[in-house]
């Protein structure tokens, strides 16, 4: 289960101190605010979970009398009639209104937001309150009339409201102050902020996908920055001041931008590219979300649902699906120890997955629950995280979310390099912050998927670039010349890099990948696992490159995907992945070396991309103290089983349904138990 979020504990603490009492049940229960005229109100409308929470935190750390709260109260002089959700009074006869407040559902729309301010203003004029606001999840907006007239909506922006009648407070969130500071949030809280901000950033389509993304990842810089550099006792910068414009919000972001890309050039590049306007809103979103202390699953799920969008068109080529990273990583095992790199890293899945794989690791060594393990579970995954995980990619853009995908996940950025994988090494050290262990024979696994089937032509520069490459001895004409042997056939074409690579060379790029894989590895024990075109495995012209490989690796298995595996993401070609280690100087192949086969034909997902596993078990259970009810499905394809989490949601009216709150593979099953099984006594197998 997700943790509970700030809100859902609160209102267990007022049902506890008999502020919220609950009855009835499934749609027919209902919720009473006590000391509000024991007013009753349907508890599975969303917006009535949104109105608890908010009145729970007006009496416990607001510091309001819950007897001088109003809810549905009346609102005179509105056409057609209205109510207002919440009104805190400041007499016990409650005749001086003092916050108006409108509550509404997590996840709604900016627009919807826009229109509940207009209505939280009209209500405030019309009961005379000199405070007026809207809550929605962790959105917050609150105005202030003490000094403004009933038509004014920018300059008396608070940042909260004020504790028990005082005066609002300057900033809204204090590091390390008891209801002050940032809090950690649940799955469905982060995903509606995303969701948000994505909208506020896409203005309607004045931006694309990639462009909204791109400005969302310099924003998000920023806030993770924040959080850990502003000192204890101290405000954070990312949020809005009271009574701060949209332009000076801006400039503070955009000068904490300006001082992290001077610290980390390479991370981001131009300025922040967005309006003052559209970044209150945005800050408005995530200002009180505490990214690093949100859980990696919490946050890698959301930042999962933003990228969707990003991988639709023109870079859905470079998209690995998440089964085939997961089944890759399975079946290597990386250990926290292990070096890992990715030469053609993408937006970053095999590293991030390798990561999970090392946390998950840790959950099992040093249960989180246990305090005194909770600093060597830390350490376990972060340093793995910080120090051992590398990636190189030449697409500027890809690079960046590469970046930011590790920013989000707990930072292992620094290690992500700009570059062409295939330049000299001496090159691609230059551009790394690592140097030393950026280098040939450093690494214990590879994972990767290089881009396929480039055909490109001879340049005056391409043959002292091709005599790094030992496999160009073992390479026929057909395979070196200009017209495309049969190892293309049906492959798309590799825009990524494409022209570097056609300027210089004209050996098809996932041959050279091969060799580059081999030189990262290191000496006889390094291992990896690499999705190459069946091509390479069955072409009478390639027999070169498949000699080259039997010499400097084992080939310990080969798995055969489907045609489609690929086909969603705008790439037809058929492939498989090798697992490959990587040979000593002094070890020589055996003729009876034995190779794990076998094909997938489920791998969990069919050709428009839609889940095709079986459904091997579903538990559903009941919390009857907080009516919370999970579900735990087991799930089935030919690679591996997973274990798939959720609670029931209703944050959109409309549609309530099951919320996927964990995913993980079950260890040693499928594809991936019977490789396992076959190295411990490796004999010829087939599946």
């Not at 300006?258 to 590049?269: A, C, G, L, S, W």
């Not at 590790?406 to 090159?427: C, K, P, R, S, Y």
């Not at 074409?493 to 081999?518: D, N, P, Y």
């Given at each position: 289960?997700?943790?509970?979020?700030?809100?859902?504990?609160?209102?267990?603490?007022?049902?506890?101190?008999?502020?919220?009492?609950?009855?009835?049940?499934?749609?027919?229960?209902?919720?009473?605010?006590?000391?509000?005229?024991?007013?009753?109100?349907?508890?599975?409308?969303?917006?009535?979970?949104?109105?608890?929470?908010?009145?729970?935190?007006?009496?416990?750390?607001?510091?309001?009398?819950?007897?001088?709260?109003?809810?549905?109260?009346?609102?005179?002089?509105?056409?057609?009639?209205?109510?207002?959700?919440?009104?805190?009074?400041?007499?016990?006869?409650?005749?001086?209104?003092?916050?108006?407040?409108?509550?509404?559902?997590?996840?709604?729309?900016?627009?919807?937001?826009?229109?509940?301010?207009?209505?939280?203003?009209?209500?405030?004029?019309?009961?005379?309150?000199?405070?007026?606001?809207?809550?929605?999840?962790?959105?917050?907006?609150?105005?202030?009339?003490?000094?403004?007239?009933?038509?004014?909506?920018?300059?008396?922006?608070?940042?909260?409201?004020?504790?028990?009648?005082?005066?609002?407070?300057?900033?809204?969130?204090?590091?390390?102050?008891?209801?002050?500071?940032?809090?950690?949030?649940?799955?469905?809280?982060?995903?509606?902020?995303?969701?948000?901000?994505?909208?506020?950033?896409?203005?309607?389509?004045?931006?694309?996908?990639?462009?909204?993304?791109?400005?969302?990842?310099?924003?998000?810089?920023?806030?993770?920055?924040?959080?850990?550099?502003?000192?204890?006792?101290?405000?954070?910068?990312?949020?809005?001041?009271?009574?701060?414009?949209?332009?000076?919000?801006?400039?503070?972001?955009?000068?904490?931008?300006?001082?992290?890309?001077?610290?980390?050039?390479?991370?981001?590049?131009?300025?922040?590219?967005?309006?003052?306007?559209?970044?209150?809103?945005?800050?408005?979103?995530?200002?009180?979300?505490?990214?690093?202390?949100?859980?990696?699953?919490?946050?890698?799920?959301?930042?999962?649902?933003?990228?969707?969008?990003?991988?639709?068109?023109?870079?859905?080529?470079?998209?690995?699906?998440?089964?085939?990273?997961?089944?890759?990583?399975?079946m290597l095992q990386p250990s926290n120890k292990d070096l890992v790199i990715d030469p053609a890293?993408?937006?970053?899945?095999?590293?991030?997955?390798?990561?999970?794989?090392?946390?998950?690791t840790a959950d099992r060594k040093f249960p989180r629950h246990k305090t005194d393990q909770q600093?060597?579970?830390?350490?376990?995954?972060?340093?793995?995280?910080?120090?051992?995980?590398?990636?190189?990619?030449?697409?500027?853009?890809?690079?960046?979310?590469?970046?930011?995908?590790?920013?989000?996940?707990?930072?292992?950025?620094?290690?992500?390099?700009?570059?062409?994988?295939?330049?000299?090494?001496?090159?691609?050290?230059?551009?790394?912050?690592?140097?030393?262990?950026?280098?040939?024979?450093?690494?214990?696994?590879?994972?990767?998927?290089?881009?396929?089937?480039?055909?490109?032509?001879?340049?005056?520069?391409?043959?002292?670039?091709?005599?790094?490459?030992?496999?160009?001895?073992?390479?026929?004409?057909?395979?070196?010349?200009?017209?495309?042997?049969?190892?293309?056939?049906?492959?798309?074409?590799?825009?990524?890099?494409?022209?570097?690579?056609?300027?210089?060379?004209?050996?098809?790029?996932?041959?050279?990948?091969?060799?580059?894989?081999?030189?990262?590895?290191?000496?006889?024990?390094?291992?990896?696992?690499?999705?190459?075109?069946?091509?390479?495995?069955?072409?009478?012209?390639?027999?070169?490159?498949?000699?080259?490989?039997?010499?400097?690796?084992?080939?310990?298995?080969?798995?055969?995907?489907?045609?489609?595996?690929?086909?969603?993401y705008d790439a037809g070609v058929k492939a498989s992945v090798i697992f490959l280690r990587k040979?000593?100087?002094?070890?020589?192949?055996?003729?009876?070396?034995?190779?794990?086969?076998?094909?997938?034909?489920?791998?969990?997902?069919?050709?428009?991309?839609?889940?095709?596993?079986?459904?091997?078990?579903?538990?559903?259970?009941?919390?009857?103290?907080?009516?919370?009810?999970?579900?735990?499905?087991?799930?089935?394809?030919?690679?591996?089983?997973?274990?798939?989490?959720?609670?029931?949601?209703?944050?959109?009216?409309?549609?309530?349904?099951?919320?996927?709150?964990?995913?993980?593979?079950?260890?040693?099953?499928?594809?991936?138990?019977?490789?396992?099984?076959?190295?411990?006594?490796?004999?010829?197998?087939?599946?």
């Amino acid at each position: 289960m997700t943790p509970e979020s700030e809100g859902e504990q609160l209102i267990k603490k007022a049902e506890a101190e008999g502020y919220l009492r609950f009855a009835g049940e499934g749609k027919n229960q209902r919720v009473y605010y006590i000391h509000s005229g024991n007013r009753s109100e349907k508890w599975s409308d969303p917006e009535e979970k949104v109105r608890a929470a908010f009145y729970a935190e007006l009496v416990f750390n607001y510091e309001y009398a819950a007897q001088r709260i109003g809810i549905e109260i009346i609102v005179p002089r509105r056409t057609p009639s209205d109510r207002a959700d919440i009104v805190v009074y400041e007499d016990d006869e409650l005749t001086k209104p003092f916050i108006v407040i409108e509550c509404k559902r997590d996840g709604i729309s900016q627009a919807e937001f826009n229109q509940a301010i207009e209505q939280s203003r009209g209500n405030r004029a019309s009961l005379g309150a000199p405070f007026a606001g809207v809550v929605s999840g962790i959105t917050r907006h609150f105005l202030d009339y003490t000094n403004y007239g009933a038509e004014e909506k920018e300059k008396n922006i608070i940042s909260d409201l004020p504790i028990r009648y005082g005066k609002p407070p300057e900033f809204r969130f204090v590091k390390g102050e008891r209801n002050k500071d940032l809090k950690r949030v649940s799955r469905d809280e982060l995903r509606s902020a995303i969701r948000r901000c994505h909208q506020t950033l896409w203005e309607g389509g004045k931006r694309s996908p990639i462009a909204a993304f791109g400005e969302f990842s310099k924003i998000i810089f920023v806030k993770i920055r924040d959080e850990i550099n502003t000192d204890e006792h101290k405000p954070y910068s990312f949020q809005r001041k009271t009574s701060e414009t949209p332009e000076m919000l801006a400039d503070r972001v955009y000068s904490l931008y300006n001082i992290e890309k001077r610290d980390e050039p390479e991370v981001f590049k131009g300025s922040i590219e967005v309006q003052p306007r559209v970044m209150a809103q945005v800050v408005e979103h995530i200002a009180a979300i505490n990214f690093n202390k949100t859980e990696l699953d919490t946050k890698g799920v959301a930042f999962e649902e933003f990228m969707g969008g990003f991988f639709k068109g023109d870079f859905g080529q470079y998209f690995t699906p998440r089964e085939i990273i997961a089944f890759c990583v399975q079946m290597l095992q990386p250990s926290n120890k292990d070096l890992v790199i990715d030469p053609a890293c993408g937006s970053g899945g095999f590293l991030l997955y390798a990561l999970d794989y090392v946390r998950d690791t840790a959950d099992r060594k040093f249960p989180r629950h246990k305090t005194d393990q909770q600093l060597e579970h830390f350490r376990h995954w972060h340093n793995f995280a910080e120090k051992n995980l590398f990636g190189i990619e030449i697409n500027e853009e890809l690079m960046r979310v590469a970046k930011m995908n590790m920013i989000v996940h707990d930072d292992g950025h620094a290690n992500i390099t700009g570059h062409d994988a295939l330049d000299f090494i001496g090159e691609i050290k230059k551009d790394s912050k690592d140097k030393e262990r950026m280098d040939y024979g450093k690494f214990d696994l590879v994972l990767t998927n290089p881009p396929f089937g480039s055909v490109v032509k001879a340049s005056e520069n391409a043959e002292n670039f091709l005599k790094q490459f030992e496999l160009l001895k073992y390479l026929n004409k057909s395979t070196t010349g200009t017209t495309p042997d049969e190892s293309a056939s049906g492959e798309f074409s590799a825009t990524r890099g494409a022209k570097a690579v056609k300027q210089r060379a004209s050996v098809k790029t996932e041959i050279l990948f091969l060799e580059r894989v081999f030189h990262f590895l290191r000496e006889g024990t390094g291992r990896a696992s690499v999705v190459v075109p069946d091509g390479i495995l069955t072409n009478a012209s390639l027999q070169g490159v498949r000699d080259w490989l039997m010499k400097r690796f084992e080939i310990q298995a080969v798995v055969s995907l489907p045609q489609f595996a690929f086909q969603h993401y705008d790439a037809g070609v058929k492939a498989s992945v090798i697992f490959l280690r990587k040979r000593a100087t002094d070890e020589t192949p055996s003729d009876d070396e034995a190779i794990f086969m076998a094909q997938a034909a489920n791998i969990g997902y069919g050709t428009t991309g839609s889940p095709t596993f079986d459904k091997i078990s579903e538990q559903i259970i009941k919390d009857d103290k907080s009516n919370n009810v999970s579900k735990t499905v087991i799930l089935r394809c030919d690679l591996f089983d997973y274990r798939v989490e959720f609670e029931w949601s209703e944050a959109d009216p409309k549609r309530p349904d099951w919320s996927e709150t964990h995913r993980e593979v079950i260890p040693d099953t499928g594809i991936v138990a019977q490789f396992h099984q076959f190295l411990k006594n490796p004999e010829p197998f087939f599946v």
